[in-house]
């Protein structure tokens, strides 16, 4: 039995019925919504659809049937006719289906129409519908009622965003593997440990003339920093996870001439830089996308950094310089068929405090530089000899820049990442207030002290979750989606 001073979670149904009263600001929650669910704009085909509890009622009025004698029966695809509800014309023909609440996506009855993609069926379509009683929904509600209803937690409701927002295979898996809910399992071994302790020393606090014994606070402790651990290892992976969902941007130096532009259209696979033999031919920067096993990368072609009085090339450096301020990954280019410069080394000192990867361009061609040579620009930077015209190399190049980035061993695919910032820092603030709180039980405190944080802790696992999220959270989640979300 529960000590009188802790008060556990309300169960599932009330918890959702408070969420539903306190977001009717957000959205009348009895209304039936529609929405088109596909891309705007001319496709093959298009998907409108309808969630509520009009949204059988309007399938009957808008729908007609093949084959109307059948029964209709729920996620079973029909075929027929859109027709008109004000002068009774088809149109479009249509393939339908019904979900019968509470097994759809937002868990209330729902109806999806699958059209032919022109703008102004499309149009017409959600016209028909409005006229029979739904109102066109708000970016993200079809989502947040699935949350409401309980079909997903928060994790996998902003998780459907990043599904959708994806550039890469390799986003949309890691995305796809939070919609599934692999945050919220990997999150509620740790919610278990923390509501153990909170009780155990709840306990004590309740009985506070009977002192919880030596050996039961070092047991606690002792789960206490077990828990502590296993989130402090979640977290050193999570960084990453900012750079899988957002990508970074590399830029590429050197002095003039070295095959600045051809390394980056080796990256690139395509010819996106004018590539000439004379010096100076870049000097503005060009940027381009493109992904690095799986990563997305914004990379920057700059002009080449030498001492020169011409005004448009001081300008191209300048630029140059910037684009190394701004830039999380830096490529530092130099040419192994001419001997080792003074501007290759006077660039090495103005970047000898960031990170960079030293690239010995040109192996195509007899080097002037000699291992000791190389050895000893990179110091303690990685380097890696390659020809960027001929692309031997560049694939090399790729791992290494991933390992540089993420280092090595240190992610794996199928991590459970946490690529969501308001996730992270929640995971963070949650291994600060553990740590707190495992310091103030080592310290001899009451458990009083330690229950604060606890206390704290468990807030911030909530509102990951969604248990104990507000108003202006979840307003600030969903007004992010699209429409028909």
């Not at 898996?173 to 020393?201: N, Y």
């Not at 740590?435 to 944080?453: I, K, P, Y």
Request: charged content about 25%.
């Amino acid at each position: 039995m529960y000590p009188r001073s802790f008060t556990p979670v309300k169960k599932a149904e009330q918890y959702r019925a408070c969420k539903r009263e306190s977001l009717k600001f957000m959205f009348d929650l009895t209304d039936t919504i529609c929405a088109l669910s596909t891309a705007s704009g001319r496709s093959g085909l298009a998907v409108v659809r309808v969630s509520g509890t009009k949204s059988i009622e309007i399938f009957g009025k808008l729908f007609q049937r093949r084959n109307r004698k059948k029964k209709l029966e729920p996620r079973i695809v029909a075929l027929g006719n859109i027709v008109d509800p004000d002068n009774g014309g088809i149109l479009d023909e249509a393939n339908a289906v019904c979900y019968f609440a509470p097994k759809s996506y937002t868990g209330e009855d729902m109806t999806e129409y699958s059209i032919h993609g022109s703008p102004v069926i499309i149009a017409s379509l959600l016209r028909a519908i409005c006229s029979l009683g739904a109102r066109l929904a708000e970016p993200g509600e079809f989502t947040m009622r699935a949350y409401l209803n309980g079909k997903m937690d928060l994790t996998q409701a902003e998780a459907v965003k990043d599904i959708i927002d994806s550039n890469t295979l390799f986003q949309a898996q890691v995305a796809a593997r939070q919609r599934s809910g692999e945050i919220t399992r990997r999150i509620k071994p740790i919610k278990e440990a923390l509501t153990d302790i909170i009780v155990q020393l709840e306990t004590a606090v309740e009985f506070v003339e009977e002192d919880l014994p030596l050996n039961a606070r070092e047991t606690v402790s002792g789960k206490l920093e077990s828990a502590i651990k296993e989130i402090r290892n979640w977290n050193k992976v999570n960084k990453a996870g900012q750079v899988v969902r957002d990508g970074f941007r590399m830029a590429v130096i050197g002095r003039p001439n070295v095959g600045k532009s051809s390394l980056f259209n080796a990256l690139l696979k395509q010819d996106r830089s004018i590539v000439m033999d004379l010096p100076g031919t870049t000097r503005d920067l060009v940027s381009e996308y493109t992904s690095i096993q799986g990563i997305p990368v914004q990379l920057l072609d700059t002009a080449g950094l030498h001492i020169s009085l011409d005004t448009a090339e001081g300008l191209g450096m300048e630029k140059t310089y910037q684009a190394i301020a701004d830039a999380e990954a830096i490529l530092i280019v130099v040419d192994r068929s001419l001997p080792p410069g003074e501007e290759d080394f006077k660039i090495k000192s103005e970047l000898h405090k960031l990170s960079c990867i030293v690239v010995i361009n040109k192996n195509d061609l007899e080097a002037r530089w000699t291992p000791a040579d190389m050895e000893t620009y990179a110091g303690e930077w990685p380097w890696i000899e390659v020809s960027a015209k001929f692309g031997d190399g560049i694939d090399r190049l790729r791992s290494i820049i991933f390992e540089k980035t993420f280092g090595s061993g240190e992610i794996q695919r199928d991590d459970v990442l946490v690529t969501n910032l308001r996730h992270c820092q929640y995971l963070e603030a949650l291994e600060e207030e553990m740590v707190r709180a495992a310091e103030t039980l080592n310290d001899g405190m009451s458990e009083e002290f330690a229950l604060v944080h606890l206390h704290k802790g468990l807030k911030n696992i909530g509102a990951i979750t969604g248990e104990t999220s507000v108003e202006d959270l979840l307003t600030e989640i969903f007004s992010r989606f699209c429409i028909g979300k």
